[in-house]
């Protein structure tokens, strides 16, 4: 939703189309949401807001998002006469035929089998829709985490008395400053006035606030490592000179549960690495309290200009990290001391689409050696014999095994032209490994130390992923074959769930 023209597409085939199903039938999805197995279907949660409220929501929306939904039509309709129109002939004449909103936005190509398609110069998009971007960017600060809050892409959360909006765009320098004073003091009637809070909104907002300060993470011995899991894929590795957070996707505090948060992370990151795209990889509220203390973001290439692989480069350029380094496959970069990413090609996950905004990361610090498989399907055994060379010596592998993924409309869905059947929509999941693909790539990395993650299990990620802990999930018991298996040559497997801290 932070990239202008994937915002609208979403908005248009995902967001109000479920919130106009609910105001043209409110029972239907009223009685589907009191089903706790229909938790992330297509049905919108009300989660306290009447009838008229919603309707008058929709209707504001409807108006503040329209520059974004006419571009989300545009292209549609641009992608469909393209379609028709190029048959092979110079492209040239097709310029003057394009809507405004996509002149000097797009190019017009074709691939190497002759289909013609439409490349957009990102950067110049997410320049062309700031102005509404930022209009549309909340801050939402509640005192305590909220359990019931629903499935954020079904449906929306209204202002109420319990939360403190700050209309303040992402890529704001005072957004650094907020997130700065968890850990150092700051005069809150000053940041207060900074934010654009009203003189009546400043005893709320100093309610946040602690005269109490948090107390820092104990040093890393010289010469070790230290491995902390955060939740789901976000893991910190620690020497006494270097730290680097994946995938940062954290729990929040005072929420009764035993796990990692952020008071819990180094005043100083040399770097975050993402590993792929999707959302719970990619976490923009994660990634904006970060942004004060990190000196930069590793993340992989992309299609460059593909609706379906938007680059999280121009990205995280726009929500206003300073520093972005990216890697195409094997690409590495030195980014603090004795600190190395390399990026490692990534298969499965993604539906067979032509996604390339995605790594295994290999991650080298004070002379240990971790591989981060996150969802990766290990479906061609031979990619890794040519890489023998770049992967011996393996620490420990981090891999996750949510081996019932969704089918492809799940997700991208509403970024399709055309979609396929619905036998060939369901057959093109979004499938990690399983335990049998876990240990054929441990054994081909020669690692004896496994990890299994990333399995969406995290209480505080409901509302995010859609799932939940089942001890009798599939995923479950694909992770307790991986540690049988293990056992009987020699390795050990564990599942990281909540908490857990290991040294190398």
Known sequence: MINPLAAGLNLRERQLATL??????????????????????????????????????HDEVTVRAAPLTDLADDFSTARTWLEQQADGGALTPLYGRLPDSLRGVVELVYDDINRASMRIFEPLLYRSYRAVMAAGQQISLLPRPDRAQPYIFNSPILPNDTRLDLSVPFDSPVLDALFAARWSAVEVPELAERLGLGREQLPRFAGFFTD???????????????????????VLLESAHAAVLLDPLLGYSDDGIDHYTLNDLPRRLDAIVLSHAHCDHVSVETLLQLRHIVDTVVVPGSASGSVLDPSLAAMLTALGFRTVTKLEELDSVTVGHGLTVTSLPFLGEHADLDIRAKMVPLVEIEGRRFVFATDTTPIEPELYRRIEDLITGIDALFIGLECVGAPLSWLYGPLMGRMPDRRHNRGRRLNGADAAMAEQLAKALGVKRIFTYAMGFDPWLKHLTGSDYDPGSPQKKECDRLEAGCEQWGARAELLHLRAEHTF
């Open 212 to 234: 109490t300060e948090p107390t820092s993470p104990p040093p890393v011995p010289e010469g070790r490592v230290r491995v902390r899991f955060f939740g789901h894929a976000s």
């Open 20 to 57: 106009r199903s609910y105001l043209a039938d409110p029972d239907l999805h009223t009685k589907a949401v009191a089903k706790p197995a229909n938790y992330g279907h297509p049905f919108l949660d009300a989660y306290g807001s009447s009838y008229e409220q919603l309707k008058t929501f």
